[in-house]
């Protein structure tokens, strides 16, 4: 079955503990990205990357990392987690223009 | 920059009947992708319908159908034989494929949280 898989699904950390939601498609799609869910702001990108080792900023990238290594994982890393990054975090895989969400990871940032 | 506007933060509909769901967006591209996303309280983003801009055909899957209008840059979701799996936030989206690298950067409306009674 084609699908886009994220872990984990629901996170309670605590400000400055480093973190991974990890990201994996098994659909062989070059393209990928984070997005973050808030109340009222709709979905905003975090990061995309379009191929392996090609990674860039979206709109809101402040305070995250992200790595592609392999064409089937984009992990998104928090060094240092702030209560502002309290969201819902989809990631996505692209094919001819249509993306392809995760289940979504809600986390939240004591 | 796109913009993706949704005039109407709620609505609701009885089950059976016929619902719109309004979008308007802001480009100068004329090349463009369009979607409508429903997002369920599972929070499962799911696509439900996309729409090229070079078509002139509206997109059509099923119950759900959209009226595609290009030089009004409106975009409006009509949900035919409303059913109470229907229930969900609803997220209009614009995607310009032929920007570099943002290519794949979805520009997502705020949403419209449609409830559909029995």
């Known amino acids: 079955e084609a699908q886009v898989t994220q872990n984990p699904r629901y996170l309670i950390t605590v400000t400055g503990k480093k973190l991974t939601v990890t990201c994996s498609q098994n659909m062989n799609h070059e393209y990928m990205s984070w997005y973050r869910q808030d109340p009222g702001l709709g979905l905003r990108q975090i990061y995309y990357?379009?191929?392996?080792?090609?990674?860039d900023k979206g709109d809101v990238p402040e305070g995250y990392k992200v790595s592609r290594k392999e064409k089937r994982n984009f992990p998104l890393i928090l060094e240092s987690p702030s209560p502002n990054q309290t969201s819902l975090y989809f990631c996505a895989s692209t094919h001819y223009g249509t993306q392809y969400f995760g289940p979504g990871t809600r986390l939240t940032v004591l | 920059a796109q913009t993706v506007t949704q005039s109407q933060p709620e609505m609701s509909v009885q089950e059976a009947e016929t619902v719109t769901l309004s979008c308007t967006y802001d480009t100068s591209e004329s090349n463009y992708y369009l979607f409508w996303y429903k997002q369920p309280p599972s929070r499962q983003m799911i696509l439900v319908i996309r729409?090229?801009?070079?078509?002139?055909q509206n997109a059509t899957e099923n119950r759900f159908s959209v009226n595609f209008q290009k030089a009004a840059k409106s975009f409006s979701l009509k949900i035919s034989d409303s059913q109470l799996g229907d229930t969900a936030m609803y997220f209009c989206a614009f995607m310009n494929p032929n920007y570099g690298g943002s290519q794949g950067n979805l520009i997502f409306g705020k949403g419209t949280k449609l409830s559909v009674k029995p």
């Open positions: 990357s379009m191929n392996v080792e090609v990674t």
């Open positions: 729409q090229e801009a070079y078509k002139q």
